[in-house]
T-cell receptor, first 114, second 112 residues
Framework: EPEVTQTPSHQVTQMGQEVILRCVPI?????FYWYRQILGQKVEFLVS????????KSEIFDDQFSVERPDGSNFTLKIRSTKLEDSAMYFC????????????FGNGTRLTVT | DQQVKQNSPSLSVQEGRISILNCDYT??????FLWYKKYPAEGPTFLIS?????DKNEDGRFTVFLNKSAKHLSLHIVPSQPGDSAVYFC???????????FGQGTTLQVKP
């Protein structure tokens, strides 16, 4: 069964550094998402992406964050100047349809900012 | 943001019995609802969904019920198995976007 894959599984970085989280969505999917889960809290929507542009973003997704689809297979989340509170599990997801369709999630990247 | 709420943080049931997980929502624009299962160190795995035009959807041991007037949905697992032990999230979307809003999750433990 096709999967969403994320790398790395764990990223440790120092406060103020930039990180790039990588995702390979399911190959025939067109809609891409990033979510995060801070320890003990809800899975929160960050951003959705379709047709090479952001469709929607949450309040969390400020100028510190950016997304990119640099080629036909990868989807990346960049966090500039990381803060301690950015420590969380970051999940990438993809979907075949833009509405009323399940999202398929990767196993996440655990980001630890020290 | 409490648009989707799972008020029971945990549930424990005996193997073979029914597990019932509950979820409430406040946004009347939601018209598509899903349940996900999550094991530690893995991402959420899609289980089952239901559109607001239905009140029940069944897939094997899993059945989702939707009560639109009460803004409530539930997931029934029968018979429960030890491998079902995981965190279960309900999620909802308003049909205009694919964005899902998640509940806090309920940890299900199925005892042998």
């Amino acid at each position: 069964e096709p999967e969403v894959t994320q790398t790395p599984s764990h990223q440790v970085t120092q406060m103020g550094q930039e990180v790039i989280l990588r995702c390979v969505p399911i190959s025939n999917h067109l809609y891409f998402y990033w979510y995060r889960q801070i320890l003990g809290q809800k899975v929160e929507f960050l951003v959705s992406f379709y047709n090479n542009e952001i469709s929607e973003k949450s309040e969390i997704f400020d100028d510190q964050f950016s997304v990119e689809r640099p080629d036909g297979s990868n989807f990346t989340l960049k966090i500039r100047s990381t803060k301690l509170e950015d420590s969380a599990m970051y999940f990438c997801a993809s979907s075949a349809k833009g509405q009323r369709a399940p999202l398929h999630f990767g196993n996440g990247t655990r980001l630890t900012v020290t | 943001d409490q648009q989707v709420k799972q008020n029971s943080p945990s549930l424990s049931v005996q193997e073979g019995r029914i597990s019932i997980l509950n979820c409430d929502y406040t946004n009347s624009m939601f018209d598509y609802f899903l349940w996900y299962k999550k094991y530690p160190a893995e991402g959420p795995t899609f289980l089952i969904s239901i559109s607001s035009i239905k009140d029940k959807n069944e897939d094997g041991r899993f059945t989702v019920f939707l009560n639109k007037s009460a803004k409530h949905l539930s997931l029934h697992i029968v018979p429960s198995q030890p491998g079902d032990s995981a965190v279960y999230f309900c999620a909802a979307s308003d049909g205009n976007t694919g964005k899902l809003i998640f509940g806090q999750g309920t940890t299900l433990q199925v005892k042998p």
